[in-house]
C-alpha cells in the first residue's frame, strides 16, 4: 500500500535543478514564439486572459520576477494570442519556462491538486495547539502563539501559500544555514572546516560542548554559527558585515524585504550570557582565528538572528537551495552548487537540534528551525517551503512545522530515500 500510494507520484522524482542554462532549443524567438502559441491554442488557450489563467492555476503569477514584465504584457494584449503580446526583450530563461507550462513538464506538475492537498496538511497541523512559545529572549514571547504561516515556491518559482504567510518573524537560527554559507563563500572549506566541525552534536544548541578537536561541533548550533559569522569579513565594523549577511539573505529571497528587528537584537543582547559563556570557551581553547575579536563576532551573530523574513521570502531561500543555488524567481545564481550541497548536508544531520536524527529518519528533508518558530524546509529538485508557527516542542521545533512534514511526506515521494521503498 505504501509502495503504490507513492508510485502515484513518481513524476517527483529524478528532477534535476533548473539551472542558468539550461539546454534548450536552439530554435530562435520567433520561431519559438509560434510554437509557444501554436501549443496554447491546441489546449483551447485562445486569448492571452486564458494563457494568464492556465499560468496561475500552475502557480506561476506576477510574484515571479523574471516572468512579471511578460505576464504584465499578456495582461494589457487584446485579440487572439499572438507571439508580439508577450513584451519586449523576453528573456529565453522566460521562454523555456513557458514552454515547460504548455508542456505540463513544471516542477510540480498537479500544481492545483498539490496545494489543495497542502491545505489539508495545513488544517490538520493547525488544529494543534500543544507547545511552548521561547521565552529566554523575552522579546520572543510577544509573538503570537497560535500564528500559522506557510509559503511554497517550486524550482520554476510557482508559489503557494496560506494562514500568515505575509507576516515577518525574526529568522533566529533559521540564518544560520546562510551564515554558513556565506561564510563558505568567503573563506572556502578548508579554513571555515579547519575552525567548525560537521558532525551533529547530540546536545542542546547552546550547549557549552566542543569536539574533540575542541571546535563547535557544527554551524548550526550556536557555537559553530558565531565561529562562521567570526569569519565573515573580520576586519570589518559588525554593522557592515551584518549588512552583508542581510543583503545575502534578500537576494537569496529574490529580493524580498529583509529587515533587522531591532527589538529581537536588544532583547538578545540583554541576555547573552550562555552566548558569552559559548565564547569564552571557544577562547579558551584557541578555537577562533589568531586575532579573532570575539566580541564583534558575536554582534554579528545577533544581528544575523534578528534578520526577519516573511514565509513567502524564506520559502523563496528553501527553493534556491533546492535549485541548485539559482533563485528561482529572479534566475540568478546566489550561492556556489558545492556549497549548497554542503549546506543542505548540514541541515539534513543537524537542522532540527536535538530531533535531527528523528527528523532524517522519519521526514529525509534538509530543513532549519529556529527558537522564534520559523521552519524552512527544502525538498530538492522540488522547491522550498518557509513555515511559521511560534509554539516549540521539547526540542525547539515548531510543533506544528514538524507536523506539517511528517504529513507532507506521508503523501508525497519526497524523503531523500523514497526512490528505494516505492515502484
Ligand atoms: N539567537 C538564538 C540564540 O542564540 C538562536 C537560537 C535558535 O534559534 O536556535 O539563542
Known amino acids: 500500500m505504501f509502495r503504490s500510494g507513492l508510485s502515484r507520484f513518481s513524476r517527483y522524482r529524478g528532477r534535476r535543478a533548473r539551472f542558468e542554462h539550461d539546454p534548450q532549443d536552439e530554435a530562435g524567438l520567433d520561431v519559438r514564439l509560434d510554437r509557444l502559441c501554436s501549443a496554447a491554442d491546441s489546449l483551447g488557450l485562445e486569448t492571452p486572459q486564458a494563457l494568464l ?17 511578460c505576464l504584465t504584457a499578456l495582461e494589457q494584449a487584446e485579440g487572439p494570442l499572438a507571439p508580439g503580446q508577450f513584451g519586449r526583450d523576453l528573456p529565453f530563461d522566460s521562454l523555456n519556462l513557458l514552454e515547460r507550462a504548455l508542456d505540463d513538464d513544471l516542477a510540480i506538475p498537479d500544481f492545483s491538486h498539490f496545494a489543495h492537498r497542502l491545505g489539508g496538511f495545513f488544517a490538520y497541523a493547525q488544529e494543534n495547539r500543544r507547545g511552548q512559545i521561547a521565552d529566554y529572549i523575552p522579546e520572543l514571547a510577544h509573538q503570537e502563539a497560535d500564528g500559522f504561516g506557510l509559503a511554497l515556491c517550486s524550482i520554476d518559482g510557482q508559489r503557494f501559500s496560506l494562514g500568515e504567510a505575509q507576516t515577518a518573524f525574526c529568522l533566529q537560527s533559521v540564518v544560520k544555514p546562510l551564515n554558513y554559507a556565506l561564510a563558505l563563500a568567503l573563506n572556502g572549506e578548508n579554513l571555515v572546516h579547519a575552525h567548525v566541525g560537521r558532525e551533529p552534536s547530540g546536545r542542546r544548541f547552546n550547549e557549552l560542548a566542543l569536539d574533540p578537536d575542541y571546535r563547535p561541533h557544527n554551524p548550526m548550533i550556536n557555537a559553530g554559527a558565531i565561529m562562521c559569522a567570526s569569519l565573515i569579513r573580520p576586519a570589518q565594523p559588525p554593522r557592515d558585515r551584518a549588512e552583508l549577511i542581510r543583503r545575502f539573505v534578500m537576494s537569496a529571497a529574490g529580493g524580498a ?23 569564552k570557551m571557544m577562547d579558551e581553547h584557541d578555537a577562533f582565528p589568531p586575532g579573532t575579536d570575539t566580541r564583534a563576532a558575536l554582534d554579528v551573530y545577533f544581528r544575523a538572528c534578528a534578520l526577519s523574513l516573511d514565509c513567502e521570502a524564506l520559502s523563496v531561500v528553501a527553493a534556491m537551495l533546492a535549485n541548485g543555488g539559482v533563485c528561482p524567481v529572479t534566475g540568478h545564481r546566489v550561492i556556489d552548487p558545492m556549497i549548497v550541497r554542503h549546506t543542505l548536508s548540514l541541515m539534513l544531520t543537524c537542522g532540527m537540534y536535538d530531533y535531527s536524527g528523528e527528523f532524517a529518519f522519519t521526514v529525509g528533508l534538509p530543513a532549519k528551525s529556529g527558537v522564534s518558530g520559523g521552519l524552512m524546509i527544502v525538498i530538492p529538485g522540488v522547491g522550498g517551503l518557509g513555515l511559521w508557527s511560534p509554539r516549540l516542542d521539547r526540542q525547539g521545533n515548531s510543533v506544528r512545522g514538524v507536523e506539517f ?16 521503498a516505492s515502484d
Open 405 to 420: 512534514c511528517q504529513r507532507l511526506v506521508e503523501d508525497y515521494p519526497f524523503h531523500i530515500f523514497a526512490g528505494v
Open 53 to 69: 489563467s492556465h499560468l496561475a492555476a500552475r502557480g506561476l503569477t506576477g510574484q515571479l520576477p523574471r516572468l512579471s514584465a
Open 257 to 279: 524585504a529583509c529587515t533587522l528587528d531591532e527589538a529581537v537584537y536588544q532583547s538578545e543582547l540583554a541576555t547573552a550570557d550562555r552566548n558569552r559563556a559559548l565564547v
